[in-house]
């Protein structure tokens, strides 16, 4: 059983939306290993960045082009130098090292999840 239940409004107050990667730069600021991304959600919410420690899994060549589930309406956190603007969701592996959560096929840039 989860911790806490919550009630389906507060679910669907977290905006989670498909974005591609276009450009995934060294952080090397970042007290923990982690990638600069800069994330393409289509026209209506344009590109957003988000710092991701995901670089034990993650190549720079393996994450552009990549879709990928983000929350865009948290507020942005400062990070170091740089400001994050959306989070980027993951799951813990065995190692404790995060896998990203991807769409299994194709979809529009900026959809949301339901």
Same mark, same amino acid.
């Given at each position: ?36 991304? =800069?994330?393409? !959600?289509?026209?209506?919410?344009? *590109?957003?960045?988000? /710092? +991701? ?25 400062? =990070?170091?130098? !740089?400001?994050?603007?959306?989070? *980027?969701?993951?799951? /813990? +592996? ?21």
């Amino acid at each position: 059983m989860p911790d806490k239940l919550i009630q389906f409004d507060d679910f669907l107050k977290v905006n989670i939306r498909v974005g591609r990667i276009v450009e995934a730069l060294p952080f090397p600021e970042a007290r923990k290993p982690a990638w600069k991304l =800069i994330i393409d !959600f289509g026209p209506k919410l344009g *590109t957003k960045k988000s /710092s +991701a420690q995901i670089t034990e899994n993650y190549t720079a060549e393996m994450l552009i082009g990549k879709q990928i589930l983000a929350v865009v309406n948290f507020p942005p956190r400062q =990070i170091g130098p !740089f400001m994050s603007e959306v989070l *980027t969701l993951g799951v /813990s +592996a065995a190692d404790g090292s995060i896998i990203l959560i991807s769409p299994d096929q194709q979809v529009e840039e900026g959809v949301h999840l339901h």
